[in-house]
């Protein structure tokens, strides 16, 4: 079974802290992906990396970066937390060579930042 | 511009009844679709999937009906349980910067299947 593990299922920041999420798979997957869902805006991708060191903005990216050191570990910093990022933070991995082009998430991160 | 649709926010049925979730795309370049579905405090997890040389595709209670001509397609769960009640997802293959495999999710259906 693939196994995608988030480093918190619950996280409480103050406004202005550097917040570190972790993400790892075990499948070997080459492309990684970090979502954030909110309610009635279903889920929005932040960033994505395709190979490691590799990194490409996805639809809002502002606020937040990545670091993908090795293939199976994908990291979203957010800078500067702030009360608009309060959300479920999702995280994805996902084979390149596939038919079937499923992306498989972790079981997400509620981030509250007060 | 919301390329991926899904334009009911809820749907509520009764247990054995027949399920449909409905989805509209916008880009006639999308040749894969997928279905998710969520439980609160989870991960989505992968349904079903439907390429578009195909009209149709089974597994089990669920069936995902492509129409190309339409742009739609919808997901039938046939019957219904309680534990059907999720909210799900729609995505569709997208293609941009160096991965090939992103995907462009719509903004979900919250099903409530009730006993």
């Known amino acids: 079974d693939v196994k995608v593990t988030q480093s918190s299922r619950y996280l409480v920041k103050r406004t202005g802290e550097k917040v570190f999420l972790e993400c790892v798979q075990d499948?070997?997957?080459?492309?990684m992906f970090w979502y954030r869902q909110d309610p009635g805006l279903g889920l929005r991708l932040i960033y994505f990396s395709y190979d490691v060191k590799m990194k490409e903005k996805g639809d809002i990216p502002e606020g937040y970066s990545v670091s993908r050191e090795k293939k199976e570990r994908f990291s979203l910093i957010l800078e500067s937390a702030s009360t608009n990022q309060t959300s479920m933070y999702l995280c994805a991995s996902s084979f390149t060579q596939t038919s079937s082009y499923e992306q498989y998430f972790g079981p997400g991160t509620r981030l509250t930042v007060t | 511009d919301q390329q991926v649709k899904q334009n009911s926010p809820s749907l509520s049925v009764q247990e054995g009844r027949i399920s449909i979730l409905n989805c509209d795309y916008t880009?006639?370049?999308?040749?894969?679709f997928l279905w998710y579905k969520k439980y609160p405090a989870e991960g989505p997890t992968f349904l079903i999937s439907?390429?578009?040389?195909?009209d149709k595709n089974e597994d089990g209670r669920f069936t995902v009906f492509l129409n190309k001509s339409a742009k739609h397609l919808s997901l039938h769960i046939v019957p219904s349980q309680p534990g059907d009640s999720a909210v799900y997802f729609c995505a569709a293959k997208a293609w941009y910067g160096g991965s090939q495999g992103n995907l462009i999710f719509g903004k979900g259906t919250k099903l409530s299947v009730k006993p």
């Open positions: 439907i390429s578009s040389i195909k």
């Open positions: 499948m070997d997957h080459e492309n």
């Open positions: 880009n006639s370049m999308f040749d894969y």
